[in-house]
Each structure stands twice: as C-alpha cells, then as structure tokens.
C-alpha cells in the first residue's frame, strides 16, 4: 500500500479525494498498488466531511510521516507552497502538483531537487486542466523537435470570447455572466489579463525547448479591450477571435506571447469554444497534433492530479526525466516577429485608402453595413516594429488585432 497526502481541501484537492475514492479499484489496477489517503491537510474545519477522519492542520505531521510516499500540492499559490512542495522533496517524497505558479517559478529547481533524491516532481494538471500535454511532451513526441506551441489555455476567456461572438454581446455583459455562473472569480484580472495563460505557455516553452522561460519576458496581451464590433467583423469574413499563448522557434531565435488574434475556418483551434481548451504542438517529424478537452475544473484538473500520482507510484524509487534546464531561455523581442494584422479605423474607406496604403501598402479593405462611420483592412504580413512604424503614419486608428494563419 502507497500512502499519499493531499495538500489543499478547495476545489481541486476535494476533487483528488473524490477521484480516487470513486475509482479506487481501478486506480489501483492501473498502479500496480493500493494507493490509500492518510492525510489531507488544511486550516480549516470539514464538520460532517469523511476528510474529517484525515484531516490535519500541521504540515509538520506530513513532512515527518515516513509512510507518506507522496505528496499532492493542490493548495495553489508559491507561498507557502514552495516551501511545503521543496522540504517533501528532500525528505524523499514525490510531489504531484495543479500548481502553475509555482511550476512556471520554482520548476527547473523543483525537477533537480527531485532527481537528486530519486523522486518525481509531476505538474500534468498545471497547464490544461484534465488535458494531457505535459507527459505527451516528455514521453510521447521525444523524437521531435518541436518547433511551435500555441494554445487556448484559458477557459474563462475563452468562454468569453465565444459567448461575444456567437451572441453579439459586449464584453463587460459576458464577463458578469461568466462570474455568476463561477466560469470567472470575482477579481478576473489574471484571467481577463492574460496573465494565467502567459504563465501556462511558459511552462510548456520551457519542457518544448528545454530551457526556463521566465514569463514576465513574454509580451502578454489580455482580452479588455475586445469589443463586439470587432466579432461583426470577425463574422463577416468568417473568422473568430481567440486568446493565444504561443512559443515558436524561428531558426535559432526563440518568441512568445500571450495575444488575442483573429483565425479563419481553417485554422485547427477555431472551433474550441467555450470553456475549453486546445494546444496545437508542431514538431519537425510529425507536423501538428492537436489537444482538446477540458481545461479546467473540479475533476478534470483532479483527474490529471490523479494520474501524475499513479505515475509517481509506478516510478516510485525511479526519476522520470523531464528536459528543463535552469539555464534562462532568450524570449526574442516581439517586435521582430511577423504576422498580418486586422485594423479599425474611423472615417470611409473611400477618404482614407490612399494615405492608409502609403504606410501599409496593399491592404484588404473590409466594411460592414451598419457601420457608418468607420471600416477595417487587413495588412500583408509585416513585423510588429513595422506595423507600430505604418500606424504611426494613420490618424483614427481605433484597435488592431494580429491574425494567425
């Protein structure tokens, strides 16, 4: 019998409890051994919870436990879960964790603690929810050199973002929709910001090139200022309007950024919508393969936590070796880095074209009926550094979205 701790009784660690208690059998199977809950630890009080028969409040109880094998962090945060997931790891504990700050931190020193003391230090739930992308990087697609990564790896603004455009509505009208049905928190900014998803596709940078990205190096671009005018005409050329997080390796230059974008039909990820999520990973060997589930949750995030414990069980005295160097990963300006570029700007199409096409040259101008008073074109493909020299050029420039291919 392997006996685990869960760290955290909130939304994620209730769901570790309730995973493995309602498929215990066939959780052991898979293990090879019965896995068995000794502790679950928290500050608070569960009156009339089972958890209550487990439930400790020093950590000190787990730390010191010679049974405990491993440890499930599900609390979130770095502090103290930095400290708490470091001292299980050189008491010789594995750690599983749903934690992507403290992986996108702390990972590169967490994963060479690990090896060290022949533990695992696991994080499938960190990015994706109940997707699997981590393993499938580590293990599966080993024989590639995967060249580009680009994900929709937040539910909320992806919720959002579907809602304005099969619905019309406004922003602000969509947001409040998704906090009263709990899609959203009361402060959204980490989501609504873009901040959540930078930190995801960090993550997946650093295991995809091997070295740590630091995620305050990538341009990060949140969804605020998207507004249903732009979906008339996202949906009047037949495109959507998505919130990337993208790593790409372009010879040997390396970007990264977190933006929304405009992507037509054709485009793999055009058509997750709502809560869930989908990574596009594109290796030299294999092209693209594509992730799709659900991306965040009570039990599909449990259900990746459950998964890394039955790993670290299966690799109990044997460390699973995941590429990441704690050598820092250069993050090429973006402002070098080319794409075309979806632009709103006052006045008629018929004034402006001329002084427009004198910074852009040729663009695809696009113009929507019930919109009087101003129009959109599209740019050939250009660099940000050109892009912001063009628009410098253009008066009543009203927003700009870049648009993926």
Same mark, same amino acid.
């Given at each position: ?11 994620? /660690? ?272 294999? /092209? ?118």
């Amino acid at each position: 019998m392997i006996n685990i701790a869960v760290l955290g009784y909130g939304t994620v /660690g209730s769901g570790v409890v309730e995973v493995i208690r309602t498929n215990q059998e066939s959780i052991n199977k898979k293990a090879g051994q019965d896995i068995n809950i000794k502790y679950v630890l928290d500050l608070r009080e569960f009156p009339g919870d089972p958890v209550m028969d487990i439930l400790v409040h020093d950590y000190n109880v787990i730390l010191n436990d010679p049974e405990v094998e491993i440890v499930a962090e599900v609390m979130g945060g770095v502090n103290p879960a930095y400290d708490f997931v470091k001292a299980a790891l050189e008491k010789g504990k594995s750690v599983c964790t749903s934690n992507k700050e403290l992986v996108e931190k702390h990972g590169a020193e967490l994963l060479k603690i690990a090896k060290e003391h022949n533990r695992n230090f696991l994080f499938e739930a960190s990015v994706g929810g109940g997707i699997p992308i981590i393993r499938p990087l580590n293990q599966s697609l080993t024989a590639d050199e995967i060249t580009e990564i680009t994900g929709i790896l937040n539910g909320t603004t992806n919720y959002i973002l579907t809602k304005m455009c099969q619905e019309g509505l406004a922003f602000d009208t969509v947001l409040k929709e998704a906090q009263d049905l709990g899609y959203a928190e009361r402060n959204p900014e980490a989501d609504v910001e873009g901040f959540d998803a930078c930190r995801k596709i960090a993550i997946l940078a650093s295991l995809a090139f091997g070295k740590d990205v630091d995620y305050e190096n990538i341009y990060t671009e949140g969804i605020t200022k998207i507004t249903d005018v732009d979906f008339k005409y996202a949906n009047s050329i037949g495109c959507a309007v998505k919130l990337f997080g993208k790593a790409k390796k372009v010879d040997d230059k390396f970007y990264a950024y977190v933006a929304p974008v405009m992507v037509n039909s054709t485009h793999p990820l055009y058509s997750v919508n709502g809560v869930f999520n989908g990574i596009l990973v594109n290796g030299n060997v294999l /092209g693209d393969v594509m992730f799709y589930g659900s991306g965040a949750g009570k039990l599909p995030t449990a259900s990746a936590v459950v998964s890394d414990i039955v790993d670290a069980v299966k690799h109990l005295n044997t460390n699973v070796i995941i590429q990441w160097s704690s050598k820092k990963l250069e993050i090429t300006d973006i402002k070098l880095s080319s794409k075309k570029f979806f632009v709103r700007v006052s006045g008629q199409a018929e004034d402006r074209l001329a002084q427009i096409e004198e910074a852009f040259g040729k663009v695809q101008v696009i113009k929507v009926a019930e919109l009087t008073d101003e129009f959109a074109f599209i740019t050939s493909e250009l660099t940000e550094a050109a892009f912001e020299e063009a628009a410098s050029k253009v008066d009543g420039i009203i927003t700009r979205i870049r648009i993926e291919d």
